[in-house]
C-alpha cells in the first residue's frame, strides 16, 4: 500500500471538490445551521416564552413530554429548573441525532463528487492509467469523504460547544456541554457515520450517470437518521451512553459489509463501463 | 524489428454481444513508433486499456515490457505513459496542480518534481500559464498539458491516442518533432494510435490497420502500399499533338489503365490497375509511336492502403 500515492487522490478529490460551489456551499451553510444558528435560536426559547407572557413553568406539553421520557433521562434533568430543563432538552438531547445528519451528508457530497462526478468529467480514465492498484485507489476515496467529514464534524462540534455553553450562560450559569453522551457520540459514531455514507455512494455510484444522480439517491442514507429523531423527539428512545455505543457498534458493522460490497465492485475492469 | 516490448497473441475482448477486439497478434519493437490506425470503434483504445492493464481479455495474451499487464498491471503504468483520447485533466485544478498530483502518482522523486514540471510546461509553452485553471484553456492547450501529464516520470513505453487532435498545425508539428525526438534520440517506444494518416505516414515505423476490431493489415507504410495499392496515378508527358493518338493507344488496355485519362495543366494523368502494369502501357505507346518524354508513378501512400482495404471490406459485405 503507498500512502503517497493515496494521499495524492485525496489531495486532489478534495480540491477538485472545495472548486465546485455545489459541493461546497452546503458543505458551509448546513453545519453553520446546525452548529451556530440552531444553538443561538434555542436559548433564545425561554426568553421569547416570557415576552409572549407564557412563564416557561406553565409549558404543560414540554413537562409531559419530559415525563413521558425514560426515567434515566428525568434523572439527568434533575435539579434543573424549567427554563433549564427546556435548553438541555433541545441543546443536548434534540440536537445529538441531528448532528449526525453533518458527517452523512458530507461524506456522501465528497463521495458522489468523487466517485459519480469524476465519470461525469470523465477524468477517471486518465486515473485508472496511473501506477496504483485497485485498493489504493478505492481507499484514496474512501479516505477524501471520510477525513472531509470528520473535519467538519469535529470542527462543528467544537463549534456547537462554544455556542451552546455561550448561548445559554444566562440561564445556565456553568458549562452544562459535552456530556458523557456526546462525546461518545463525536469519539465512536461520528467516525462510523461517513462509513455509511461512503459505503452507499460507491454502490450507487456505479450505477450513476453523474453527482447529482448519485447525489439524489445516496442522499436515502439520512433517512434512518431521521427516524432516529422522531425516536428522540416522540420519547420512544433517548440518546444515552449505552444506547450511542450500541448505535455506533451497528454502524461500524454495516460500514464494514457495505465497504466490503463496494470493493468488491471497485475495479478498473468495471469502473470504464466496460 | 528490435526486441519486443509487446506481444499480444491472439487476443480478444467482447463487451456482451460486441466483440470490440478480435484475436489480434502483433509485435511492437523497442525504440519503433507503431502506427494503430483504423476508424472509430475499430478497437484502437480497447488494445490500449488491454495493454495497460485497465480492462480484462476475455482471450488470448499480451506481454508489454516483459510483464502480464493483468498480472503486474501496477508496475507495468509505472513505466508506461497514456495521452488517453479526452485530455481527461481535472479542470477546476490548475495546470500546476494537475501535473503534481500526478507526478505523486507515478512515484516521481519528490526533489525532481518542480523541476520536471517546469521543464515541461516550458517543453509546452505553458508556463505562462501554470496557475490558471485548466477549464480557462483552449482544448489545443489541454492537449499539450495532457501530453506533459504523460511524459512526467519519462515513460519507456508511450500510448498517445490521437495526439495531435485539436491541435493547429504549428502545434501539431511541435508534437511530431516531440514524439519522433522521444523515439529516436530516447529510445522511447510509442504507440500511436491515429486517424491521421498523413502523421502515421511520416511519422512511424510500421503500422497496423484495425477493421471492426480484425487486424486487416500490418507492415512498415512502403510494404502496405506495395501490397494494397492496386490502382495507381501515373503522370506522363507527350508531345502535344499526340495526346489524341496516346488516347486512343490507351483505351484499348482496358486491363490496365483504368477510366479515361486526364489532362490537367496539359500532362497526362492515368490511372493504372497495379504498379507491374507501368512497363506494359509505356511499351504499347511506344510501339504506336508515341513519343514520351516523362512518366512517373504518384507515391502510394497509407490513404490509398487505408481505403483500398475498407472498399474490400465493403465488398466483402
Known amino acids: 500500500m503507498n500512502t503517497r500515492k493515496i494521499f495524492a487522490i485525496v489531495r486532489k478529490d478534495l480540491k477538485v471538490a472545495s472548486q465546485n460551489k455545489g459541493v461546497l456551499l452546503p458543505l458551509i451553510i448546513v453545519p453553520l445551521i446546525f452548529f451556530v444558528v440552531l444553538p443561538w435560536l434555542v436559548s433564545l426559547v425561554p426568553s421569547l416564552v416570557n415576552i409572549a407572557g407564557v412563564s416557561a413553568n406553565n409549558l404543560n406539553d414540554i413537562q409531559g413530554l419530559i415525563n413521558r421520557m425514560p426515567t434515566g433521562f428525568q434523572l439527568e434533568l434533575a435539579g434543573y429548573d424549567n427554563n433549564q430543563i427546556l435548553i438541555v432538552f433541545f441543546l443536548v438531547y434534540m440536537m445529538a441525532p441531528f448532528f449526525l445528519i453533518i458527517p452523512l451528508m458530507v461524506a456522501s457530497t465528497i463521495a458522489a463528487d468523487s466517485f459519480a462526478g469524476e465519470k461525469e468529467r470523465k477524468t477517471l480514465e486518465a486515473l485508472l492509467y496511473t501506477p496504483t492498484t485497485d485498493r489504493e485507489l478505492f481507499i484514496a476515496k474512501l479516505l477524501s469523504g471520510w477525513l472531509a467529514a470528520i473535519a467538519v464534524a469535529l470542527v462543528g462540534f467544537v463549534l456547537y460547544v462554544v455556542m451552546a455553553n455561550a448561548a445559554a450562560w444566562s440561564q445556565m450559569r456553568h458549562i452544562f456541554f459535552p456530556n458523557a453522551m456526546w462525546l461518545v457520540l463525536i469519539f465512536w459514531v461520528v467516525p462510523a457515520l461517513p462509513g455509511l455514507g461512503l459505503g452507499v455512494m460507491v454502490l450507487v455510484s456505479a450505477r450513476a450517470q453523474g453527482f447529482q444522480d448519485a447525489y439524489q439517491l445516496g442522499s436515502l442514507v439520512v433517512l434512518p437518521v431521521l427516524l432516529l429523531v422522531f425516536g428522540q423527539v416522540s420519547g420512544v428512545m433517548y440518546f444515552n451512553v449505552g444506547v450511542v455505543l450500541l448505535m455506533g457498534l451497528v454502524i461500524w458493522l454495516l460500514d464494514g459489509l457495505l465497504i466490503y460490497l463496494g470493493s468488491r465492485s471497485f475495479q478498473r475492469n468495471r469502473l470504464l463501463g466496460a | ?317
Open chain 2, 1 to 317: 524489428m528490435n526486441t519486443p516490448v509487446i506481444t499480444i497473441n491472439k487476443l480478444s475482448r467482447h463487451f456482451k454481444e460486441t466483440i470490440a477486439l478480435n484475436s489480434l497478434s502483433l509485435e511492437v519493437g523497442a525504440g519503433e513508433i507503431f502506427g494503430f490506425l483504423g476508424h472509430n470503434g475499430a478497437g484502437k483504445t480497447t488494445t490500449v486499456r488491454l495493454l495497460n492493464g485497465v480492462i480484462e481479455p476475455t482471450s488470448g495474451s499480451m506481454c508489454v515490457l516483459g510483464l502480464d499487464p493483468q498480472v503486474d498491471g501496477p508496475a507495468l503504468r509505472a513505466r508506461t505513459g497514456v495521452l488517453t483520447e479526452t485530455p481527461s485533466l481535472d479542470e477546476r485544478l490548475t495546470a500546476w496542480d494537475n501535473l503534481s498530483i500526478y507526478a505523486d502518482l507515478y512515484g516521481v522523486p519528490k526533489a525532481s518534481i518542480r523541476p520536471r514540471i517546469q521543464e515541461l510546461l516550458t517543453e509546452f509553452e505553458l508556463v505562462d500559464r501554470a496557475v490558471e485553471r485548466v477549464s480557462g484553456f483552449s482544448k489545443g492547450m489541454k492537449q499539450r498539458l495532457a501530453l506533459a501529464r504523460a511524459l512526467l516520470h519519462k515513460p519507456e513505453l508511450l500510448f498517445l491516442d490521437e495526439p495531435t487532435s485539436g491541435l493547429d498545425p504549428l502545434a501539431a508539428h511541435h508534437v511530431n518533432d516531440l514524439v519522433e525526438r522521444l523515439a529516436r534520440r530516447e529510445g522511447c517506444t510509442v504507440f500511436l494510435c491515429t486517424h491521421n494518416l498523413v502523421e502515421a505516414q511520416k511519422l512511424c515505423d510500421r503500422v497496423a490497420i484495425l477493421e471492426h476490431g480484425r487486424l486487416v493489415a500490418l507492415g512498415t507504410p512502403a510494404e502496405l502500399t506495395r501490397q494494397y495499392v492496386r490502382r495507381l496515378g501515373v503522370e506522363m508527358e507527350v508531345s502535344e499533338e499526340q495526346v489524341p493518338a496516346a488516347l486512343s493507344v490507351m483505351r484499348g488496355l482496358p486491363d490496365m489503365v483504368l477510366g479515361e485519362a486526364a489532362q490537367p495543366n496539359g500532362a497526362l494523368v492515368v490511372t493504372i490497375n497495379k504498379h507491374e502494369s507501368i512497363p506494359d502501357v509505356l511499351a504499347c505507346l511506344v510501339q504506336n509511336h508515341v513519343r514520351v518524354y516523362r512518366l512517373a508513378a504518384q507515391e502510394a501512400n497509407l490513404e490509398q492502403v487505408y481505403f483500398t482495404l475498407h472498399e474490400e471490406k465493403e465488398g466483402v459485405q
